[in-house]
């Protein structure tokens, strides 16, 4: 489904690369390839040794680096960030890698997720005296990194991740190192590749290959790498590892290109259909997919029911990005002019109506109603993930409890509220056999909590939701 329509939207995408003397060139082409997990904001800092150099604004990548900015950028290392501006957190200061200066040494931070003790830890800085000049939750791991005591930045690295909790994927630069970490959990994906002698990192392995870089692994959960001209090393922060990877990366986020934990994305999608297909069959003359992500759930579901897949659904690609708005409003009003149906095929038909998930409904209703008025006979709604009925506190804008259709409403009322002849989810056992991923144990390493209510991590009182932000 499209995500700027129905508020399911990913904070962020993160790049980086170390030993390149196109380092900026480089990694504007990886956030190019990053730019569906963020569209809102972008930003490059660069390192040539001596000293750090940003550049960063709002909109789309190609628009922050027009008229030759990137040439202002010079440096054999960059990190790079494309940003979701999730309500109340937006603003040109938000923008990442977020660049703090000093006299003892530069650091530039780029960050993918959400710290659920973020409000708790910032509260406690303020009382020591910190200053902090953005609302994003990124900048306490700069004050905690520079209130650390240690000299050493790597210690002082190390330290500063302790105590921290949630979700995030870190590029930390100064101007003769690198570093990545991810959290105990993993809940984010990141990957580690190489360019000749460079050294490069991603969100998704689909940015390796628009740059032409070897995907090498995942980096682990738990894990600090340390990348400078000697070379790569990894040590850990903490060994207390409870792998639980976002569901919604496979089901919705990550660019179907992409490999998460060994897993391509299209396949699992796919799997995913084919699941849904074995739980909630349906008699049908036709089976579409909502672009663009649901596709693959769509050709998997009617491969295994032989009913024919079609293009019931186009997506506008040239709808200007005055129509991706936050407000419920806006996102109503665009979504006849982000999709049209294909009369010609889905006219007298019965369709199976595949999508990844159904938020708050609004948009799914619009949809089914499209259909019909380019005079489907039957709308059978088909979701390739169980419903979400939970809040995600790790960076994903969900809404809260009360905006969530699946909170408030049992399926059937879900049917009757879109306007749906037939309305089935995938189950959560369907979901982790489609993924396959092999772990054992109940959860398979994915986190389900916006499915289930149960979260990987602690969940504090004073958490704020990544669109409660201010």
Same mark, same amino acid.
Do not use: K
């Given at each position: 489904m499209l995500a700027e329509l129905k508020g399911l939207n990913e904070e962020c995408g993160v790049f980086g690369i170390w030993g390149h003397p196109e380092a900026a060139q480089i990694t504007y082409y990886g956030l190019h390839s990053l730019q569906h997990r963020g569209q809102e904001g972008a930003g490059i800092v660069t390192s040539d040794g001596e000293k750090l150099t940003g550049m960063k604004g709002l909109g789309?990548?190609?628009e922050v680096f027009a008229n030759g900015k990137l040439k202002e950028l010079s440096g054999k290392a960059a990190i790079g960030h494309v940003r979701y501006a999730t309500a109340g957190g937006g603003g040109y200061e938000n923008v990442q890698p977020l660049l703090f200066k000093s006299h003892s040494g530069s650091l530039a931070l780029a !960050?993918?997720?959400n710290l659920v003790n973020a409000t708790q830890v910032k509260h406690q800085l303020e009382s020591q005296g910190s200053i902090f000049q953005t609302t994003s939750d990124t900048e306490v791991l700069a004050h905690l990194i520079r209130r650390s005591g240690y000299?050493?930045?790597k210690e002082a690295v190390k330290n500063a991740l302790t105590m921290i909790k949630g979700a995030y994927a870190f590029l930390i630069m100064t101007e003769n190192e690198m570093m990545v970490a991810l959290d105990p959990n993993g809940l984010r994906p990141l990957s580690i590749g190489v360019m000749g002698d460079a050294y490069v990192v991603a969100s998704e392995t689909c940015a390796f290959d628009v740059v032409g870089a070897k995907y090498e692994r995942d980096v682990q959960p738990?894990?600090?790498l340390i990348i400078n001209d000697e070379g790569i090393r990894s040590e850990r922060f903490s060994m207390n590892i409870n792998r639980s990877i976002c569901s919604m990366e496979y089901i919705y986020f990550s660019r179907p290109d992409s490999n998460i934990d060994g897993?391509?994305? !299209?396949t699992a999608r796919k799997n995913l259909g084919k699941r849904l297909a074995v739980e909630s069959e349906v008699d049908a003359d036709v089976v579409t997919g909502v672009p663009d992500s649901s596709i693959s759930a769509a050709i998997g579901f009617a491969e295994l029911t032989g009913i024919p897949y079609e293009l019931g659904l186009i997506k506008n690609r040239y709808v200007g990005r005055t129509f991706i708005q936050p407000s419920q409003s806006l996102r109503e009003q665009g979504v006849k002019m982000k999709l049209s149906a294909v009369r010609g095929v889905v006219e007298g038909k019965r369709v199976v109506m595949v999508d990844d998930s159904i938020v708050r409904g609004t948009t799914s209703k619009r949809i089914v109603n499209m259909l019909r008025e380019a005079g489907a006979t039957e709308v059978h709604v088909r979701i390739s993930s169980p419903p979400i009925a939970n809040p995600c506190f790790y960076g994903i804008d969900t809404s809260t409890h009360e905006e969530l259709i699946a909170s408030n409403h049992t399926v059937e009322e879900i049917r009757q509220i879109i306007g749906a002849d037939s309305l089935a989810f995938l189950s959560v056992e369907g979901l982790l056999e489609g993924l396959g991923r092999p772990y054992e144990g109940e959860t398979r390493g994915q986190c389900l909590a916006c499915f289930t209510?149960?979260?990987?991590?602690?969940?504090y009182a004073d958490t704020v939701l990544p669109h409660e932000k201010a």
């Open positions: 789309l990548i190609n !960050h993918n997720g000299q050493d930045m738990g894990e600090l897993i391509n994305v !299209h209510g149960r979260y990987p991590t602690e969940i």
